[in-house]
């Protein structure tokens, strides 16, 4: 996971003269194990999303575009995460966050996220490492 963290930093999201290619972002975010969406930081509307969180959060694809990131909390914890998400810095590593999954099971998740550039808006590129231990994604 570091080597992949590294990999975004470096290479993808901080230099300005390298534009991401399709395989680059394919094996980097679509194709990642961990769940990883990309949400406008002025919309909070997320843009795009991988399988695995798909998969790890019970939403279509289309359902999760629909989402807000405030969908993704449970009610309770969204004036507190709005109140610090001005602060976020440009990365950024935090958690527990309480995240609340489509058939309304809540988890616990790790957050590591950075500023990004997604066309012409801004936005954060978010991955959700779990904290809560799921069964039925253990590898038999």
Sequence with gaps: ??????????QLWTESRARPTYG????LFTLNPEPMWVYDVDTLEILDVNE????RYGYSRAEF???????????????????LLAET???????P????????MIIQVLITSHSVKFGDRNTRLVMAE?????????IE
């Design 24 to 27: 680059r972002y394919l094996s």
């Design 52 to 55: 695995a969180a798909t998969h």
């Design 65 to 83: 575009l629909a989402l807000t990131i405030k969908s993704l909390r449970p009610a309770e914890d969204v004036p507190k995460f709005m109140e």
């Design 89 to 95: 810095p440009n990365f950024d590593r935090s958690g």
């Design 97 to 104: 966050w309480r995240h609340l999954l489509k058939g309304g």
């Design 1 to 10: 996971m570091k080597a992949i963290k590294v990999e975004l930093k470096q």
């Design 130 to 138: 779990s904290l809560t231990h799921d069964p039925d994604l253990e």
